[in-house]
Structures are given as structure tokens and as C-alpha cells.
């Protein structure tokens, strides 16, 4: 694990499984429009959570690129899930400012329910293929650029599959939060 503190939060790496995060409040979901169960992190989350949070993110679907809803964590060991649609690169334009959305309306969110610890996956790498470098500096640059409003956040964990996601995360991380701008 690595993290670092900035203004007096923790921004943290993890690899592992998105779905097994005890210790967090609430788990994002890389979903799809339709909030449905899918492949990647989208149909782990589902598999995990149960067939009931299918029923209750149906009356909130479709949702647009950018865009984040939150529901209960049912059978996931979290209280909340907040479900957003990342960009499909190179198709939803522009895709860097939809993806900062996704980081900024799911913190918005957490901030609205007084959630103090949250955990992302790396939002539209898989399918999305958003490559993963561009994806982490679109990430850590809007979390750096929120946590100064943050009131209720106190630790954003990213976590990550693969050791090659970790790779670049890591690296990004330490470029984006150890620069002035």
C-alpha cells in the first residue's frame, strides 16, 4: 500500500478486490448507464452486493457519462455505493472533464451523506479503455483539487487489480500531489 497526506487527508493506494473494502463507508461503482450488472468492477459489485441493489438503482437509471447516484451497500460489507459513469474514450467528448466528474460528483455525494472514508476503482481503464496513465492524472489532479472542501472526507483509497495499475497510479500520484500546480 502507499499513500500520502495532503491538507490533511489521506489519498491511498491498495491492490486487491473493490468489493472487499471493510473498512471503508463507501465503494464506487465503475457502472454503466442502466446501473445494471456487467462485466469488470461494475458485475463484481453487483455479484457481490445481491439482486436487491438491482431493484433499487433501477428508478435511477440511465444515468449520463460524468453523472453519480448513490444507493445502499446491501450484502457488500459498506454502508453506501455510489455508482458513476465514466467516459468511453475516444466516443463521450470531452472525455478528461467527464472523467474529473465522476471523481468530483462522487466526493460531492460522499461530502452530502457524511461519509469519511471512500474507495475507487480506476474509472473507465477497463472496457472504457481510457488508458490508465491519463486516467490516474485526471483523478489525483481533481482529488487534489477538492479535498480543500472537503468537510466529511477523510481518506480516499484507490483500489487497484493488477501490480501495472498500481505502477502507474503510484507514480502519478507522487507527480500530481508532490507538484505546486
Not at 491511498?12 to 471503508?24: A, F, H, S, W, Y
Not at 439482486?51 to 450484502?75: D, F, Y
Amino acid at each position: 500500500m502507499k499513500k500520502i497526506t495532503f491538507k490533511g487527508r489521506i489519498v491511498e493506494l491498495k491492490r486487491g478486490d473493490i468489493t472487499n473494502q471493510p473498512d471503508v463507508d463507501a465503494v464506487v461503482n465503475a457502472a454503466n448507464a442502466q446501473l445494471r450488472t456487467g462485466g469488470g468492477v461494475a458485475g463484481a459489485i453487483h455479484r457481490a452486493a445481491g439482486p436487491e441493489l438491482t431493484e433499487e438503482t433501477r428508478s435511477m437509471a440511465p444515468i449520463k457519462p460524468g453523472e453519480a447516484v448513490i444507493s445502499g451497500g446491501h450484502n457488500l460489507p459498506n454502508k453506501y455505493i455510489i455508482h458513476c459513469l465514466g467516459p468511453v474514450y475516444g466516443r463521450d467528448k470531452p472525455e478528461d472533464k467527464l472523467l474529473g466528474f465522476c471523481y468530483k460528483n462522487s466526493l460531492k455525494l460522499a461530502e452530502d451523506h457524511e461519509i469519511e472514508r471512500i474507495a475507487f476503482p480506476a474509472i473507465s481503464t477497463g472496457a472504457f479503455g481510457y488508458p490508465m496513465d491519463e486516467a490516474a492524472n485526471v483523478a489525483f489532479k481533481t482529488i487534489k483539487a477538492s479535498i480543500p472542501n472537503l468537510k466529511w472526507v477523510q481518506l480516499i483509497r484507490f483500489v487497484l487489480w493488477g501490480e501495472e495499475a498500481m505502477k502507474t497510479h503510484k507514480k502519478i500520484m507522487e507527480q500530481v500531489f508532490e507538484s505546486n500546480g
